[in-house]
């Protein structure tokens, strides 16, 4: 599975919207790319993933640049509850299954 | 529709010990991993199974072993516990086998901790 990078940190107002960048410059094309979050202790909570379009759900939007080198997680309204660990996954079908997480994003929202 | 769960959500082991984890996957789904996140480390790989066969595992020792019964629940077996092996282990189910993709769902794990 392709190698991503994202930042350490990131602080946000609450309120605001949570913008959580990464890379994933060798990226195939056969690679999903997915987003969990972690909250202390708690186990992965999956959020959202995508293959080339731009998706949304109720909790995120996922923006991926035409090229796919990198995508960007976006939380419109973050909330004190929204501090967590987001991991930006990216992934291919047959190779074992397993997700490979790497150290994440520490996003911390700030009243 | 009931998450993954997971039993013991706590655990004391000594070391040499063995410890039996168990988890139930979200009804439909066939798919079962294990993962290790020890205190401030990222979450490691263990196993995977699927349809009741071992499809993968991680770069774990043997004595890290598991096994998939008929209504998909699973369990994790740890031999001689060591130190190192004090952890969150995490059990996730996804609807898809080997050849879909599929999304991971995951419960809240154990907490093992060896004295």
């Known amino acids: 599975d392709a190698k991503t990078t994202q930042p350490t940190s990131m602080d946000c107002a609450e309120g605001r919207a949570a913008n959580l960048p990464c890379n994933h410059s060798?990226?195939?094309?056969?690679?999903?790319v997915y987003w969990y979050r972690q909250i202390h202790s708690q186990g992965p909570q999956y959020i959202i993933h995508?293959?080339?379009n731009n998706e949304t759900n109720e909790m995120a939007s996922l923006i991926i640049t035409e090229d796919r080198k990198s995508s960007t997680l976006i939380l419109p309204h973050a909330t004190l509850r929204d501090t967590a660990v987001y991991y930006c996954i990216v992934r291919v079908t047959n190779t074992g299954n397993q997700f490979y997480f790497g150290t994440g994003t520490s996003l911390t929202v700030i009243p | 529709e009931a998450g993954v769960t997971q039993s013991p959500t706590h655990l004391i082991k000594t070391r040499g010990q063995q410890v039996t984890l168990r988890c139930s996957p979200i009804s439909g789904h066939t798919s079962v991993y294990w993962y290790q996140q020890a205190l401030g480390l990222g979450l490691q790989f263990l196993l995977w199974y699927d349809e009741g066969e071992e499809r993968n595992r991680g770069n774990f020792p043997p004595r890290f072993s598991g096994r998939q019964f008929p209504n998909y629940s699973s369990e994790l077996n740890v031999n001689a516990l060591e130190l190192e092996d004090s952890a969150l282990y995490l059990c996730?189910?996804?609807?898809?086998?080997?050849?879909?993709?599929?999304?991971?769902?995951f419960g809240p794990g154990t907490r093992l901790t060896v004295l």
């Open positions: 060798t990226i195939s094309g056969n690679e999903y």
């Open positions: 996730a189910s996804s609807l898809a086998g080997q050849h879909s993709p599929d999304t991971q769902y």
């Open positions: 995508g293959l080339k």
